[in-house]
T-cell receptor
Framework: AQKVTQAQTEISVVEKEDVTLDCVYE???????LFWYKQPPSGELVFLIR??????QNEISGRYSWNFQKSTSSFNFTITASQVVDSAVYFC?????????????FGKGTKLSVKP | DAGVTQSPTHLIKTRGQQVTLRCSPK?????VSWYQQALGQGPQFIFQ???????QRGNFPDRFSGHQFPNYSSELNVNALLLGDSALYLC????????????????FGPGTRLLVL
């Protein structure tokens, strides 16, 4: 079975604080892909990043960084110097390799509130 | 470059009715997937269409059906609506590089909010 767990339901920070969103996944596939999506109050899911299971390099994009560790099945997302515009629900997503689970498996999301 | 579009944005129906939701994929994309997102939950995969056929299906009853047209646009139909069908319905498009491969990124539309009374 494939599963994504985002243990943090809600996080509240003050602007300029750093915040890390945790994600733990389960899969038996040897090849899989992990994604993070952002869902602002408007509802549209915005793609942030995709990582392949065979590439454990961490990635940084501006204030965003991602830490992928296969040994602990984690794919954590850090926002540095958070801003009010970062307020949204963030989803960690897994996609396995074929079968009936070939499509996106979402975690329950972490709601991030950044206060001025 | 047009993104994924969905219509209508909002819809109110009563129990037992039928509804059709529409999706146009991002320019250059050939695959459409549909998801249901209940309030406070992550999206749940309904089904995916590629080459005008349903390729994969999630754990949804036959009341949920779909169609893909030659221009890659898609419809989601739900029959005999239940109160529990109230949700945000999201359409996502992607470009299949290798059929069955999970590597492509799906891009989402703004969704249709369906309320069943």
């Amino acid at each position: 079975a494939q599963k994504v767990t985002q243990a943090q339901t809600e996080i509240s920070v003050v602007e300029k604080e750093d915040v890390t969103l945790d994600c733990v996944y389960e899969t038996r596939d040897t090849t899989y892909y992990l994604f993070w999506y952002k869902q602002p109050p408007s509802g549209e899911l915005v793609f942030l990043i995709r990582r392949n299971s065979f590439d454990e390099q961490n990635e940084i994009s501006g204030r965003y960084s991602w830490n992928f560790q296969k040994s602990t099945s984690s794919f954590n997302f850090t926002i540095t110097a958070s801003q009010v515009v970062d307020s949204a629900v963030y989803f960690c997503v897994l996609r396995g390799n074929g079968g009936s689970q070939g499509n996106l498996i979402f975690g329950k999301g972490t709601k991030l509130s950044v206060k001025p | 470059d047009a993104g994924v579009t969905q219509s209508p944005t909002h819809l109110i129906k009563t129990r037992g009715q039928q509804v059709t939701l529409r999706c146009s994929p991002k320019s250059g994309h050939d695959t459409v997937s549909w998801y249901q997102q209940a309030l406070g939950q992550g999206p749940q995969f309904i089904f995916q269409y590629y080459e005008e056929e349903e390729r994969q299906r999630g754990n949804f009853p036959d009341r949920f059906s779909g169609h893909q047209f030659p221009n890659y646009s898609s419809e989601l139909n739900v029959n005999a609506l239940l109160l529990g069908d109230s949700a945000l319905y999201l359409c996502a498009s992607s470009l299949v590089m290798v059929p069955g491969s999970p590597q492509e990124t799906q891009y989402f539309g703004p969704g249709t909010r369906l309320l069943v009374l």
